[in-house]
């Protein structure tokens, strides 16, 4: 049997269910669907505060900001969250399989919102398969969800936000933290961030890598190399690290199987960590009724998925024709929000994948025989 829906949200993290809040608010029917047993996507396993905007809940810890979205979301009538339902393809015929406790169910929705977030990124090396190797992520799953203490002594690589988030959380289980590696020159994370594990003594070298991985059946050391300009090895510079634990935090992938599947058109944007899908003001796909938002179409933070949830969800109702006027401008405010998010140096390299964006919107258009971008939009490097 196939059943009917009017807007099926894929994923059930912040931008996921921030895009059901507004459809739902504007009277839409949403299903969300969660492969998880709990919704919030990352926020759940982050306790550490968020910066941003009040509007974002800046201030409150992530997995605070998970039971806000998550209660809300829960309260509404217009919403039904399914758990342990994994999205698993999208058909021509538009119809959606869903695994949800052991059974394949199908769904027909009028409109879909695919917020399926993004994955840990791996690194080549010998030896990068044995036990005790993690992405960092996994690491702080395991901590401040499961609350299982991964490491003895650990070495993280990488020194953007979530490498030195999760050094300070193996620090606060307890756990001995032998170093920070990053082959960047300089630390590519907030320096707040950098200081607190400065100040606890661990060492973060710029400038090093990864060059292999020992141990006897269970991860015993990792040997560190600086790089030369091209982020080689340098012979010569080799140093012996003991750990029982090696956490990657070497950046995230949009996870964007599912907009492949379908046949959304898709651009490499090395801004946005990889192929996302090129999408229009309304964050609409190049296929009529798929929508995407949050780190799925580019990897950002949990106040721009938030965001881009909001508009994707507002924009479904408007094309849905509930209370269009209404709808319209709520969208129009939530774009004003993500224009200041994305403002000032910390969003310049967003704002350079949109111009890239904006470019692939342009071909494409041409290449549809649909004529001209409106001014209006080629002018901003649209809002994708
Ligand atoms: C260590 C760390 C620290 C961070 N710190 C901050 C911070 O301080 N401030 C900030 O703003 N951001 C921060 N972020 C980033 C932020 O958490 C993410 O940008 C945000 O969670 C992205 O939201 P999302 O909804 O797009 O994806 P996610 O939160 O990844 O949610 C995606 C959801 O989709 C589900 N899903 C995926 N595929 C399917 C499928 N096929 N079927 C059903 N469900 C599916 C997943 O299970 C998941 O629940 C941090 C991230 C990390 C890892």
């Known amino acids: 049997m196939i059943k009917q829906v009017e807007v099926l949200i894929v994923g059930g993290g912040p931008a996921g269910l921030c895009a059901a809040d507004a459809a739902a608010s504007m009277g839409a029917h949403v299903l969300v669907c969660e492969r998880f047993d709990f919704p919030g996507g990352q926020l759940v396993k982050q306790t ?5 905007s009040e ?22 009538p217009n919403i039904e969250i399914m758990t342990d339902a994994e999205v698993l393809g999208f058909y021509e015929d538009g119809v959606v399989t869903v695994l949800h406790e052991g059974k394949h169910w ?38 401040n969800l499961y609350g299982v203490l991964p490491a003895k002594r650990a070495l993280m690589v990488g020194a953007g936000n979530i490498g030195l988030i999760v050094s300070y959380q193996l620090l606060q289980a307890g756990v001995d933290v032998a170093g920070v590696v990053e082959a960047a020159p300089k630390i590519g994370g907030y320096l707040v961030h950098a200081s607190k594990i400065r100040r606890a003594g661990v060492p973060i070298r710029t400038g090093y890598t990864v060059k292999e991985a020992y141990g006897n059946g269970e991860l015993e050391g990792v040997i560190i190399a600086k790089v030369d300009e091209h982020f080689q090895p340098i012979p ?4 012996d690290v003991k750990c029982d634990t090696l956490c990657l935090a070497v950046g995230l992938s949009p996870l964007t199987e599912l907009l492949w599947q379908a046949g959304c058109h898709m651009a490499y944007i090395p801004e946005f960590s990889g192929h996302v899908p090129v999408k229009d003001e309304n964050l609409e796909t190049s296929v009529k009724g798929i929508y995407a938002a949050g780190d799925s179409t580019g990897i950002e ?53 949109l111009a890239k964006m904006a470019e692939h919107r342009i071909m494409e258009m041409t290449a549809d025989g649909m004529g001209e971008l409106p001014g209006e939009l080629a002018a901003k490097g649209g809002n994708c």
Request: hydrophobic share 35%; charged share 30%.
């Open 48 to 52: 550490h505060k968020f910066f941003g």
């Open 106 to 143: 199908k769904y027909k929705p009028e409109k879909i919102i695919v917020c399926t977030g993004a994955s840990e990124k791996f690194l080549e090396f010998p030896g990068n398969d044995l036990p005790g190797i993690y992405g960092a992520g996994a690491v702080q799953t395991l901590m």
């Open 236 to 239: 010569g510079t080799e140093e």
């Open 301 to 353: 933070e949990a106040s721009s998925a938030m965001v881009e949830g909001k508009i994707a969800g507002y924009a479904v109702a408007e094309a849905l024709g509930y209370q269009k006027e209404e709808a319209e401008k709520r969208k129009k405010e939530a774009i004003a929000e993500l224009t200041e998010l994305r403002s000032g140096d910390t969003g310049a390299k967003v704002r350079s994948g």
């Open 55 to 76: 509007h974002q809940y800046a201030g409150e810890r992530g997995f605070q900001i998970g039971q806000i979205l998550t209660e809300k979301v829960k309260a509404n």
